[in-house]
T-cell receptor, first 112, second 115 residues
């Protein structure tokens, strides 16, 4: 079945460091890809998305490019802030009836 | 917009008791999803509805779990009888329509503890 694999956390960085969180997927067809973020005690919220190959999603300094050839959607940010500390989920949708399937999540800690 | 509203925020119950979780989706949204989040299994889709009709319940763990959506503005997830392994955070999410590009709007979740 369809699945999403993310790098294991936690990831600990100093403020202003470069961030990469790896995400790869397995899916039949051509899914849409998403990154969601979850802050403590809250539900997930959409960070960015890409709906077709070579699309780049971006928001709040975060970026991810839909790479069909490597089935990847890695999340990047050039300079992280303490306020970026959260859990990040990679997800896909659009195969098997439009349900959204999530990866295990990667916890990010940013130190001042 | 009030967002997706879930109640209660926290529920503590004893093994064997019935538990009912409630969700009010965003007005006008046609799709509704129930997810369960645990450390061991991550975020699992339990069931989703489109236009109040259950479309995929393959994630419902067993017959002890049931979900209903009697109208467009209300859904329940019931566990009867509850067991300690049901302890988790249960999220409800809605989206404007069924589609591969649609983002999900999540509620704040219900933290369930079964003792």
């Amino acid at each position: 079945g369809d699945s999403v694999t993310q790098m294991e956390g936690p990831v600990t960085l100093s403020e202003e460091a470069f961030l990469t969180i790896n995400c790869t997927y397995t899916a039949t067809g051509y899914p849409s890809l998403f990154w969601y973020v979850q802050y403590p005690g809250e539900g997930l919220q959409l960070l960015l998305k890409a709906t077709k190959a070579d699309d780049k999603g971006s928001n709040k300094g975060f970026e991810a490019t839909y790479r069909k050839e490597t089935t990847s959607f890695h999340l990047e940010k050039g300079s992280v802030q303490v306020s970026d500390s959260a859990v990040y989920f990679c997800a896909l949708s659009g195969t098997g009836g439009f349900k959204t399937i999530f990866g295990a999540g990667t916890r990010l800690f940013v130190k001042a | 917009d009030a967002g997706v509203i879930q109640s209660p925020r926290h529920e503590v119950t004893e093994m064997g008791q019935e538990v009912t979780l409630r969700c009010k989706p965003i007005s006008g949204h046609n799709s509704l999803f129930w997810y369960r989040q645990t450390m061991m299994r991550g975020l699992e889709l339990l069931i989703y509805f489109n236009n109040n009709v259950p479309i995929d319940d393959s994630g419902m763990p067993e017959d002890r779990f049931s979900a209903k959506m009697p109208n467009a503005s209300f859904s329940t997830l019931k566990i009867q009888p509850s067991e300690p392994r049901d302890s988790a955070v249960y999220f409800c999410a809605s989206s404007p329509r069924e589609g591969r590009n649609e983002k999900l709007f999540f509620g704040s979740g219900t933290q369930l503890s079964v003792l």
